[in-house]
């Protein structure tokens, strides 16, 4: 893969393909934003609308979220994390796998803005990009950056940014592999006293303003009704009460516990910059240990809380 | 702290611990009476939200308890549950909730006195780790006592 253009010309043609052959009636990818730093999902239905799929680092929400409410053909242009994302609605029946046509890209991984308007003071006007590079120009200059240095944090440690075995078809070159997460800093912290560890997570939701964009955004929650709009019983109340904050985001990552893929998706959606997926992350290196369950890696793997061992550990039950 | 009674709330399985609370009282076996218990058809009812709820309301502790592993009355409820009690334990103590307040037990119907001794061993952690103030929801404060 030589450049950008090449790339975004490939995933056009594998695009208007699949419509060919019908193997999708619709193809889910994204196209360019309308405002620097954005990038759109876009749904082709015609080879006309092929045209304007475009690979971006900007992506914020996860296609894979979209499947479950579809109810015909679908082919998804897809990062390694919305790969991933597909295989659990699959393996958790929320979309058919004939129905889908997994068409992989090689990701370098997702750019943060934050991070990259931290190392830019300067007003930026226009952003493009390369394949490892973000290209910025202002008012007489222009600076450009490479991709590895600004990620989003999730996508520093992904452990799949070729999903060459999930995909159907694969576009793009492999991306070098990256350390995975090793959670050090979660285990720094479990050893501090109780005090310090609330203080902690009470601290990384304290601007929450329980607007619910992290489960909208969130492939996971396809719930017909969450538990947080419930009212009989209400489990949280609508007031923005800290401890009901708390409650929100705890059962948030229990819902999402072995089945989270690290998308980033509700992190990119907050309005409030919160770490949502300290939260998650608790509990992904829990699944880890215990059942050695990577969410997504296969079609065939069921979820490690519908199933079960009769030798789980489990040594704290008196 | 001396007089400070600990408010537990118990989920008990119907068909095991619930069943051994009962031969504990009918054998006249002495427990605290601190817990109020909540019964259940199975652990594998047991919603993660019930024990985050207890706590929301002011509960200083929780102990779930239910049949061995392998006696479940529906087959593999508790073997469910036991994984769920895994990540929840965890969870729960990883956000700083002290370790001696939530509890899980697996006690059959015939086994009071393990009952009884389970039930002091809760009472008295609990107690140990005092009352609940950091995760609660905090009484709503309306500014009546300056206007009183």
């Not at chain 1, 996508?155 to 078809?169: F, I, Q, S």
Request: hydrophobic residues 40%.
């Amino acid at each position: 893969m030589t450049s950008l253009a090449d790339l975004n010309q490939n995933i056009q043609t594998a695009a208007r393909r699949a419509l060919a052959d019908g193997r999708a009636e619709v193809v889910f990818g994204y196209r360019q934003g309308t405002a620097p730093f954005t990038a759109a999902p876009h749904f082709a239905r015609t080879p006309e609308d092929c045209g304007q799929f475009v690979w971006t680092s900007f992506a914020r929400v996860n296609l894979a979220a979209y499947l479950p409410k579809y109810p015909g053909k679908v082919a998804l242009i897809a990062r390694g994390c919305e790969a991933r994302s597909a295989v659990g609605q699959v393996v958790e029946s929320q979309f058919p796998r004939e129905n889908l046509y997994v068409i992989g890209v090689g990701c370098q991984g997702m750019v943060d803005p934050e991070a990259v308007l931290a190392r830019e003071k300067r007003p930026i006007r226009e952003v493009t990009e390369d394949l490892t590079t973000i290209n910025l120009a202002g008012d007489g200059w222009t600076a450009s950056l490479p991709k590895a240095e600004v990620l989003r944090r999730n996508c520093k440690t992904c452990v799949c940014r070729t999903p060459k075995d999930l995909a159907d078809e694969m576009l793009g070159g492999d991306a070098p592999p990256l350390p995975a997460d090793d959670f050090a800093d979660l285990k720094a912290l479990a050893a501090k006293p109780p005090q310090e560890k609330m203080a902690y997570f009470k601290g990384l939701v304290k601007d929450c303003l329980r607007c619910y964009a992290c489960r909208q955004a969130c492939p996971l929650c396809y719930c017909p009704v969450c538990f947080v709009d419930e009212t009989r019983p209400q489990w949280l109340g609508k007031s923005n009460d800290a401890m009901d904050t708390f409650t929100f985001h705890l059962l948030r990552a229990f819902h999402c516990a072995g089945r989270c893929t690290s998308c980033g998706a509700c992190e990119a959606a907050c309005p409030m910059d919160i770490k949502l997926r300290e939260f998650n992350r608790l509990l992904e290196e829990e699944v880890q240990k215990d059942w050695q369950f990577v969410p997504g890696a296969s079609w065939d793997q069921k979820p490690p809380l519908t199933t079960y061992r009769p030798d789980d550990e489990a040594d704290f039950i008196k | 702290m001396s007089d400070f009674e600990p408010r537990i709330v118990a989920f008990f399985c119907n068909w095991c611990t619930y069943g051994a609370a009962d031969l504990a009282g009918v054998s006249r076996l002495d427990y605290p009476p601190n817990f109020r218990v909540v019964r259940l058809p199975c652990t594998g009812r047991l919603n993660p939200k019930y024990i985050i709820e207890a706590f929301k309301r002011g509960a200083d502790g929780v102990w779930v308890s239910g049949c061995h592993p392998g006696d479940c009355h529906y087959i593999a409820g508790n073997y469910h549950a036991r994984r769920k009690f895994v990540l929840l334990h965890h969870m729960i103590e990883a956000v700083g909730v002290e370790p001696g307040r939530l509890h899980f037990s697996w006690i059959s119907s015939a086994e009071a006195t393990k009952f009884q001794e389970v039930a002091r061993e809760v009472v008295e952690k609990v107690r140990a780790s005092g009352p609940n103030q950091s995760f609660r929801k905090a009484e709503l404060d309306l500014g009546l006592a300056e206007v009183a």
